[in-house]
C-alpha cells in the first residue's frame, strides 16, 4: 500500500480536502509529552479548585490537568466491544461530532457533495450546510419509505461521485436495516471514490446487528457508534467512529485537541464494567418487551393506518391527521415527534418506546382520543 505525508494511505487521502492533506497536525502539549512526573509544560494549574467528583477512587481525575488526547484505556474498551484494533477507534463527542468530522475533511465548499437518503438523521445535511458542502438527495421511496437503492448506486457510478455516502443502520425514523449484499454492492462500486458512512445509532436495539466487520477489508467504510442511545448515556456526549487508521488520522487533524473531558471520561469508563454491562442487558429486554406494548396499543386504531415497527427503540406510524393527534397528546403531557417538512412523512408521527407507566399514559391518552372526537372539536 502506497502511503505519502505521515504515514497517510494514498487513496483515502486522495479523497479528503488537498488543504487537510497538507496540514500540519497541531501538537498538543499533553501529545508531545507523557503526563508523569513534574508537568510544566502545558499552562495549567497544579492546584485543582474543585475534584472531579468521578466514580471512584481509580478513576479520579484532577480537573487542572488537560485529558488525555484519546484515552488508551477508553479506546481499548470500544476496540473490543467491537472486535477491532485500537487504531480503528477515534473517540469523539458523540456521533454528531464524527459526522461534522467527516464533512469537514472530505467536502471542499462549493464542490464536494454528500448523498443523503431523505427521510433520514437530520444532522447529515446540517453539517454537510455549514461546511458549504452540497448534497444530492436519493429520497426514499414514497409510501414503502425503502432505500432506493438502484438510484443510490447510480449516483455512486456517476463521473463527479459523493465524496460522503451517509446510511443509517437501523436508520431513523423508519427503522429499517441496510441489507448487507446492498452494502457490499455499494461498498465495491465506491472504492477510491466515496467514502461510505454507516451510522449504527440504534444497533444494540437490532440484536447488535452491525457493519464494524467489514472495516478491516474496505479502506473506505466509517462506523459511527454512540453511548447516547443503548448506552443511555445521550447526556454525556461521547461516542467512537470506527474506521482503518489512515481514515482516522485526517479527521484528527480537524479534531481540537482534548475532545473528551476528564468526568466524561471517567462516567464513559464506569459505561464499560461489567455490572453496567448487566445492566444493559437488562434494559435492552425491557425495550423489546415494552415495544411490543407500544406496537399493541397502536394497532386496531381507526386512525393509525400503518405502522414501521422498525429494529431501533422507537415506532413510526402514520395517523389520519398527526398535528392534530399530536397536538392531543400533548394537551394530556405526552410528547411525541412529528415531521411537518418531510414530504414522505405527511401525517408521520415517531414515538420512542419508553418505560411500562409512560406507555399506559399513552395509551390512555390514544383512547381518549379515539373515542372522545366530540371533545377534541370543542377545544378548537
Ligand atoms: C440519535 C442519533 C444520533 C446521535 O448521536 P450522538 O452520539 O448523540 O451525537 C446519531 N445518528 C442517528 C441516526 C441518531 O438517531
Avoid at 155 to 167: D, G, V
Avoid at 369 to 375: H, I, Q, R, T, V
Wanted: with cysteine; proline share 7%; glycine share 4%.
Amino acid at each position: 500500500m502506497p502511503t505519502g505525508q505521515a504515514g497517510l494511505i494514498v487513496s483515502i487521502a486522495a479523497l479528503a480536502r488537498p488543504e487537510i492533506v497538507a496540514m500540519k497536525p497541531y501538537s498538543s502539549a499533553r501529545s508531545e509529552a507523557d503526563s508523569t512526573g513534574i508537568l510544566l509544560n502545558a499552562n495549567e494549574s497544579p492546584w485543582p479548585l474543585v475534584d472531579d467528583p468521578g466514580t471512584d477512587e481509580c478513576h479520579r481525575g484532577e480537573l487542572n490537568r488537560y485529558p488525555e488526547p484519546q484515552h488508551a484505556g477508553l479506546i481499548k474498551r470500544f476496540a473490543s466491544l467491537y472486535d477491532l484494533p485500537s487504531d480503528h477507534v477515534l473517540l469523539t463527542r458523540g456521533s454528531d461530532d464524527g459526522i461534522d468530522l467527516l464533512v469537514r475533511v472530505f467536502c471542499r465548499a462549493g464542490h464536494d457533495a454528500i448523498l443523503d437518503c431523505p427521510p433520514s438523521f437530520g444532522m447529515y445535511r446540517i453539517a454537510a450546510q455549514t461546511q458549504g458542502a452540497l448534497i444530492t438527495s436519493i429520497s426514499r421511496i414514497p409510501d414503502s419509505l425503502e432505500l432506493d437503492t438502484r438510484r443510490i448506486l447510480d449516483a455512486a457510478r456517476q463521473a463527479n461521485p459523493p465524496r460522503l455516502i451517509f446510511l443509517t443502520s437501523p436508520a431513523n425514523p423508519t427503522g429499517d436495516l441496510v441489507g448487507p449484499e446492498f452494502l457490499i454492492r455499494l461498498l465495491e462500486v465506491t472504492a477510491g471514490r466515496s467514502v461510505v458512512v454507516v451510522d449504527e445509532a440504534y444497533a444494540e436495539f437490532a440484536a447488535s446487528h452491525s457493519f464494524t466487520g467489514l472495516i478491516r477489508k474496505y479502506e473506505h467504510l466509517v462506523v459511527l457508534r454512540t453511548l447516547s442511545k443503548a448506552f443511555a448515556s445521550a447526556a454525556l456526549r461521547c461516542g467512537a467512529l470506527l474506521a482503518q487508521p489512515g481514515l482516522i488520522d485526517l479527521l484528527k487533524r480537524v479534531m481540537p485537541p482534548y475532545p473528551i473531558a476528564t468526568p466524561v471520561l471517567n462516567l464513559a469508563l464506569k459505561l464499560f464494567e461489567p455490572e453496567s454491562l448487566d445492566r444493559q442487558k437488562t434494559m435492552l429486554r425491557k425495550f423489546r418487551k415494552n415495544k411490543s406494548v407500544l406496537i399493541d396499543s397502536l394497532s386496531n386504531r381507526p386512525f393509525v393506518e400503518k405502522v414501521w415497527p422498525g429494529k431501533a427503540n422507537f415506532v413510526l406510524a402514520r395517523v389520519s391527521d398527526a398535528k392534530e393527534l399530536v397536538d392531543h397528546l400533548a394537551s394530556n403531557r405526552v410528547t411525541v415527534r412529528q415531521f411537518p417538512v418531510e414530504p414522505l412523512l405527511k401525517n408521520c408521527i415517531r414515538i420512542s418506546v419508553g418505560k411500562t407507566s409512560e406507555l399506559d399514559k399513552l395509551a390512555s391518552a390514544l383512547d381518549a382520543y379515539a373515542f372522545e372526537p366530540a371533545n377534541r372539536q370543542v377545544e378548537i
